[in-house]
């Protein structure tokens, strides 16, 4: 539905005066595109660390696994409950180390984020 109101929207500008609608568009919308490209960045930083700090963080917690991987979905929802629960109840202060370290990995993209306004425009 919003869709469709912005498409009205955008059609009754152009009918009035297109090239100022041109320009006001494209400039948002430069803007909204350098927001996103700020936030897949954070993303992508956290993809290519999350294997290295689940690592960390079951070496931390000294996770061994008692069920084996292969099999069914189910047996991976299992383990992966079980590093949960020892993550969270055993050695909290693993956990609170894996996403102190996330946070300072990400802190200069927040910091960009924050200088671009993206939620104040």
């Known amino acids: ?11 009754f500008l152009a009918l009035c005066q297109k090239c100022q609608v041109r320009a006001l568009i494209s400039t948002e919308l430069e ?4 927001c996103l490209e ?10 290519e660390n999350s294997v290295t700090a689940i690592q960390l ?10 069920l084996k991987l292969s099999g069914s979905v189910l047996r991976f929802i299992r383990v992966a409950h079980q590093f949960a629960k020892k993550a969270i109840y ?7 180390q894996t996403f ?8 200069p993209i927040i910091s960009k984020f ?8």
């Not at 102190?100 to 802190?107: C, D, F, G, H, P």
């Open 114 to 121: 924050d200088s671009l306004q993206c939620f104040d425009s």
């Open 31 to 34: 803007h909204y595109l350098r």
């Open 1 to 11: 539905m919003h869709l469709i109101r912005f498409a009205f929207l955008l059609s």
């Open 100 to 107: 102190t370290t996330a946070v300072a990995l990400i802190r």
């Open 90 to 96: 055993d050695r909290p202060e693993c956990l609170v």
């Open 57 to 66: 963080l079951s070496e931390c917690v000294d996770f061994q696994p008692k």
């Open 38 to 47: 700020v936030v897949t960045d954070a993303g992508a930083l956290m993809i």
